[in-house]
């Protein structure tokens, strides 16, 4: 079985500038969620989508951050305009029930915003 | 009340030593404590995982241990091994309504020959 796929690895912007994570869930997982690990912390969720609809995104910026999984799929997490404070690893987890302790990471995107 | 506090933030074992790491939490209405363990460049694994209508539960060389009334759980990592040295999160979470995996601030461990 193939894991959560994530693009890009690494990403180094410049403050203001957007940027894109993409992520693939394991094939059937109704449920996808995007974290945010920051250097020495655990993840702190973002949005959490059930197919493609929104569960939970009471912990994302929506000023500045949106996402999207559109046909129940694949989902994009976007930034735009980005800050210093948002250099972080993000996650993307997908799980076939509505278990949260029972979700499957990707390895993560690293962003670094200069 | 919906913190998870973990200690310590950094551990040193030796190779065969036992390896334990602490969780405290608030909110009774948690009812479901996963263990996540992290190698650089990775996301999370589940690693073990415990409901609070048992006190230990016990896979391979990982035991979780849990105290329902002083709202405590601990990892044991008996005869540790170099391949352990990564980060291991403690997380919690309330079954239904929607609720998020609150996770603890991590451990970092490190395994010597």
């Known amino acids: 079985e193939a894991g959560v796929a994530q693009s890009p690895r690494y990403k180094i912007i410049e403050k203001r500038q957007s940027v894109a994570f993409w992520c693939n869930p394991i094939?059937?997982?109704?449920?996808l969620y995007w974290y945010q690990q920051i250097l020495g912390q655990g993840p702190k969720l973002l949005i959490q989508?059930?197919?493609?609809?929104?569960?939970?995104d009471s912990q994302l910026p929506k000023d500045r951050f949106s996402a999207e999984r559109l046909k129940g799929v694949d989902s994009t997490l976007k930034i735009q305009p980005a800050k210093l404070e948002d250099s972080a690893v993000y996650l993307c987890?997908?799980?076939?029930?509505?278990?949260?302790?029972?979700?499957?990471f990707g390895p993560g995107t690293r962003l670094t915003v200069l | 009340q919906q913190q998870v506090k973990q200690s310590p933030q950094s551990l040193i074992v030796q190779k065969g030593g036992i390896s334990i790491i602490n969780c405290a939490y608030e909110?009774?209405?948690?009812?479901?404590f996963p263990w996540y363990q992290q190698f650089p460049g990775k996301g999370p694994a589940l690693l073990i995982a415990i409901r609070p209508d048992v006190s230990e539960k016990k896979e391979g060389r990982f035991t979780i241990s849990f105290n329902k009334s002083a709202k405590q759980f601990s990892l044991h990592i008996m005869d540790s091994q170099p391949g352990d040295s990564a980060t291991y999160f403690c997380a919690a979470f309330i079954t239904g309504g929607g609720n998020k995996l609150t996770f603890g601030t991590g451990t970092q461990l490190k395994v010597e020959l």
């Open positions: 094939s059937g997982h109704a449920t």
């Open positions: 909110n009774t209405a948690f009812d479901y």
């Open positions: 989508f059930q197919n493609n609809g929104v569960v939970d």
């Open positions: 987890a997908s799980t076939l029930r509505s278990i949260p302790g029972e979700q499957f």
